[in-house]
């Protein structure tokens, strides 16, 4: 059954926050971040004491240094303008939305504009991100590159005849960065491909309770180009040194053996999606379908600018998926206020955007 279904998946629903109080949506604030204790520290000074509550206005003056918090102050959500409420339902859709959660939804739904909806999903993608769990992979190791973003669109001239140019352009994005002139001679698809990035993911195989095989730990990075050089050094890091690392012929994976000394098993995918020995990428390959449909289908294109988060959104969908609704919602919302205001959408509002791309070059 698909985990959407399940009932651990009902046990949370939008209908339920949208019922309670907006004073019962800070107390879920507030416990996550605080805790049940009667002293905790202060955002600013970190001393921990018991601080002067404002009931009113539902803040703290710290004893030590009297800086004025809220439950939100100093956390990704810092200067937040909407209702409590209103950003338990972002998360909570969000944590649902399978196949990607595209903030189209939330004007009708909330009565918010779309750009407030899109920051909000955008803090949350960062915190994931930002908190991805980067220890070694072990086991079996699935890793791959998909070539996404900068997305080629079709000539004026229909060339029905040459329908090798036509595949190139509609679907092959394994063109170097410096773009083909062969293949993609119009002056606005050379500009697109400058857009196209590369995901590289490692994830590790794990035996589901249902008996099957799957993913339980997915690490992804962003890289500009498929080399070697550049692929290597991140493998080093995300996967353990008694790992196996499956992939396929792919040149770029062609060193992990001599300059890693990991073992490393490779499919021929011109030939077999698994060979006789069981040998295979599939949890790779399923995970870039699955980043793939969202970029077709629920977001209509993925900025480079924040592809890093999304390749984390579906890492993170990947890995929760066996938890149910309200260990994913008290998990993430934990995360969130945890982490320090967004770096890349805190005043996005006013104009303030990522002077940076998280890129490995
Ligand atoms: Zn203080």
């Known amino acids: ?76 959500f810092h200067h937040r303008k909407l209702s409590f409420k209103k950003l338990l339902i972002i998360l909570l859709s969000f944590i649902n939305a399978a196949q990607g959660a595209n903030a189209n939804f939330l004007p009708s739904q909330l009565g918010i504009t779309y750009k407030t909806g899109f920051l909000n999903y955008g803090k949350i993608r960062e915190v994931i991100f930002e908190t991805m769990n980067h220890e070694p992979l072990t086991g079996i190791v699935h890793t791959d590159c998909l070539h996404i973003c900068g997305k080629p669109r079709r000539s004026n001239v229909r060339k029905s005849s040459d329908s090798f140019v036509i595949n190139n352009k509609l679907r092959a994005r394994k063109d170097g960065i410096v773009p083909d002139q062969k293949t993609h ?28 095989y799957g993913s339980n730990r997915t690490i992804t990075y962003i890289i500009r180009s498929e080399k070697s050089q550049v692929i290597l050094p991140l493998i080093n890091k995300a996967v353990s040194n008694d790992a196996i690392v499956m992939s396929d012929f792919g040149s770029a994976f062609n060193m992990i053996t001599p300059a890693l000394g990991l073992t490393h098993l490779r499919v021929n995918h011109s030939v077999q999606y698994q060979d006789e020995l069981g040998v295979n990428n599939n949890q790779a390959e399923s995970f870039f379908s699955r980043i793939r449909r969202a970029e077709y289908g629920t977001y209509n294109g993925i900025s480079k600018n924040y592809l890093a988060f999304y390749a984390a959104e579906f890492a993170y969908r990947n890995d929760s998926k066996y938890e149910g609704v309200n260990e994913r919602f008290d998990n993430l919302l934990t995360r969130i206020l945890k982490r320090e205001p967004s770096k890349a959408f805190c005043g996005y509002s006013q104009g303030n955007r990522l002077g940076f791309e998280y890129c490995h070059e």
Not at 30 to 54: L, M, N, Q
Not at 185 to 212: C, F, H, T, Y
């Open 1 to 76: 059954m698909h985990y959407t279904r399940q009932k651990v998946s009902r046990l949370l629903t939008l209908l339920m926050l949208a019922t309670i109080t907006e004073e019962e949506c800070w107390e879920i604030f507030r416990r996550s971040r605080f805790g049940d204790e009667a002293e905790f520290a202060c955002p600013e000074c970190k001393v921990v004491d018991k601080h002067g509550f404002i009931k009113t206005r539902r803040q703290w003056t710290c004893k030590n240094c009297d800086y004025r918090f809220s439950v939100t102050s100093g956390t990704a």
């Open 185 to 212: 001679p119009e002056p606005w698809n050379l500009e697109k491909l400058k857009n196209r990035r590369i995901v590289l993911v490692m994830s590790q195989l794990a035996l589901n309770d249902d008996g099957a």
